[in-house]
């Protein structure tokens, strides 16, 4: 079976870093209730910066790192829940604003937090058709979530987070892929409305997104080992959704693995739904961490409630 390869990443973040403290002013909140309860530190809110900003940010710095130029892309997907605009979708206006071909299938793909699961998976069926004239995917997660939060819904505002990440992948097949993906059809634990709805912001019953999460990782690297013959405590790095830390922590201490094998993030960026996946990855290759034969299980879950589990070498 033919894999995926990522050959470069990128980060779009906006430029205003929000402390916990910003919260107390708006909210019955504290920085101790939010770092204790979520590994949450700081997050970015975008300002003046649109999400597509945050995109082309990301794909120009995942395209020079790749080495690949605009021109060679044969597909683009944007995982995201905030789209500056309902048509065109996200994807149309990044083709638009890097000038990749015309002849290239661009869309969005909506699956909140497991968006870039979901992303991987599409692009992965997809580099293998006849259907691409080009030999090389760009698939970004983004979001402005700021854009449909409450600030006066402290259970609520205090977790999300803007930003983008982009990822360049090329058919391979010295690097096997493998990803199974699920959706439970729930609309009542997590739901945004969307503008033109009363209350047209992110509504949560945290406690049962806490069990649905937790549930989801196990199943997920449980599937991955019994699918692709590896085993957990021989993966090098676990990239999770960057939701609490206490979701991941909890995971590992229950499957008995190492702390330093699932990669964190959370505290700088918060929750950024469909861009936490691949700025965890993104972050990991500026580190040197997924270096060639690394093996990454990717986990995400959220909004759908969706989720993903995926295997990868790097
Ligand atoms: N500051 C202070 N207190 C807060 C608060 C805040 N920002 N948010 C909630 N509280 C209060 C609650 O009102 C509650 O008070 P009460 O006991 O008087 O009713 C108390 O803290 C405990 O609330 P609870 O919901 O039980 O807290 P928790 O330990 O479950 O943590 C979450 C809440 C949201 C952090 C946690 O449930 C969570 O992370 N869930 C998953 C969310 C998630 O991952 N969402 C995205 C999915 S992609």
Redesign the pocket.
Known sequence: MQGIQIIGMGKGVPARRVENEA?TKM????DE??RS??GIETRYFCEDEMQMDLCVDAARQALANAGVGPEEIGLCVVCTITPDYHTPSSACMVQSALGLPEDIPAFDVNA??SGFLYGLEVVSCMLGSDALPRPYALLIGAEKLSRIMNFED??????FGDGAAAAVIRPSDTHRFFCRLGSQGDAQA?NAPGIGYPEPYIH?D??K??QF?VRAMENGIRLLEKETGTRAEDIDVFIC?Q??E??IRHVQKKLKLGDEKFFINLNKFG?T?GASVPLAMAELMENGRLKPGTKAYCLG???GLTWGAAYLEF
Do not use: E, P
């Open positions: 919260f909210v019955d909140t504290s209730w939010i309860r979520t909140a937090c402290r259970s609520t505002c205090v977790l997590l949560m945290g406690r997104v806490f999460a959704h939701a609490n206490r979701i929750n739904s879950f959220g909004g």
